[in-house]
């Protein structure tokens, strides 16, 4: 019995030095080092703590900026940046790297950039460069099929990109 107190008492002392530590600003977390290729999960924040809709989204890392700032690449082709501490290492062994712009979902509240609507979400194309939303019947001349592959749109074709 006196063995259980004596641990019990140098974990509380433990407990103690650590919440000071963290408290007066001398934990410093780690920041992780992520290289290109590697798989992360992308921390996402609900609206409100009832929504339970937010899932765990794997992006594979396309380019690591000096400042922190990870490019992030989904299996949809869209392109994300966000910072290092957004970031927590996937370590599942059965990612699927494979490319499929099919899965490109045009996100809620995306305006077309000539009308200004963001009604028709299925009739809208996405720039692979700029991600500008685009309604099809909008352009001139207008769409009437989604195109195959990338897709890039008429302000970043006239700027050459």
């Known amino acids: ?3 259980a107190f004596e641990n019990l008492a140098i974990a509380q002392h433990r407990d103690t030095l650590r919440y000071a530590t963290i408290r ?3 934990y410093r977390p780690s920041i992780r080092r992520f290289r290109v290729g590697d798989y992360v999960y992308l921390q996402q924040t609900a609206p409100t703590t009832l929504d339970v809709t937010a899932g765990r989204t794997i992006l594979r890392v396309r380019e690591v900026l000096p400042s922190g700032v990870l490019m992030l690449e989904g299996r949809d082709g869209v392109v994300w940046k966000d ?4 970031c927590a290492p996937c370590h599942l062994p059965n990612v699927d790297g494979t490319m499929d712009p099919s899965l490109a979902i045009v996100r809620t509240g995306l305006r077309c950039m000539l009308c200004g609507s ?3 979400a299925a009739h809208m194309l996405v720039c692979d460069r700029c ?3 685009w309604h099809m019947s909008c352009l001139t ?3 009437d099929v989604v195109p195959t592959g990338r897709w890039v749109c008429p302000r970043c074709t006239s700027e050459g990109r």
Do not use: E, K, Y
């Open 118 to 120: 963001t009604d028709q």
């Open 83 to 86: 910072h290092v501490r957004n």
């Open 131 to 133: 991600s500008r939303g």
């Open 141 to 143: 001349p207008p769409i």
């Open 24 to 26: 007066g600003g001398g």
């Open 1 to 3: 019995m006196p063995a």
